[in-house]
């Protein structure tokens, strides 16, 4: 099984329907969404009205599956799911590919820190280890030419999260980058052949 993560960049990007369809209808596959500008709206919120992170943290949840939904809508073959149960069910019983609702798995864990420093990208990876994943491919709209794909440099560069770090660093699940048009090399990825990927390092 392969976890997927479509960053928020993609939220208004031509790209995204490539992926949708991509990705739409397989059963070994997970699909995590970012929280794009369902999440910006959340942080402008909180900047105005000042509620507490806990708070903010369970509306950015709900902003994943904002974005998550619409998913949904926009592709055949995709189907949310709540729970790893829920997850299995999609893939086994439906053959579809779930598209992970995070809030009701995530807000009573006690290891994720209720902080805009956890993004999808760390949920993701988090959500890969619940689920013995076989690896993760983080999809960004971002230029891949000369990425250093050291953990700690992405992080430096505003890549990825801090916690996806630690997560890295402590669960050995395979993490690939993947830009936003690239959707077409995805299958050739997952078969071991040479494309336009970095592997997290």
């Known amino acids: 099984m392969w976890v997927v993560k479509l960053g928020g960049s993609l939220a208004c990007s031509e790209d995204l329907q490539g992926w949708l369809r991509v ?13 794009g500008p369902f999440a910006d709206q959340v942080r402008r919120m909180q900047n105005q009205w000042g509620f507490d992170e806990s708070t903010a943290h369970q509306m950015a949840l709900l902003a994943m599956e904002q974005f998550g939904t619409m998913f949904c809508a926009l592709q055949p073959g995709l189907t949310a799911a709540v ?29 994720i820190a209720h902080s805009w420093e956890v993004t999808s990208d760390a949920l993701s990876l988090w959500l890969s280890e619940r689920l013995g994943a076989d690896a993760l491919v983080l999809v ?26 630690l997560y890295f660093q402590s ?3 395979p993490a690939w980058l993947m830009s936003a048009s690239d959707h077409a090399h995805f299958g050739a990825l997952r078969n071991g052949e040479m494309v336009t990927a970095s592997m997290i390092t």
């Open 23 to 35: 990705l739409a209808g397989d059963s070994s596959l997970v699909i995590v969404p970012g929280g």
């Open 83 to 111: 729970s790893v149960e829920e997850i299995d069910d999609v893939q086994q019983q439906r053959g579809e590919t779930p598209v992970w609702m995070p809030s009701l798995m995530v807000m009573p864990e006690p290891d």
């Open 140 to 165: 960004k709209s971002i230029s891949l030419t000369g990425i250093n794909p050291d953990v700690e440099r992405l992080v430096e560069g505003g890549v990825i999260d801090v916690e996806f770090s």
């Open 171 to 173: 669960n050995g699940i």
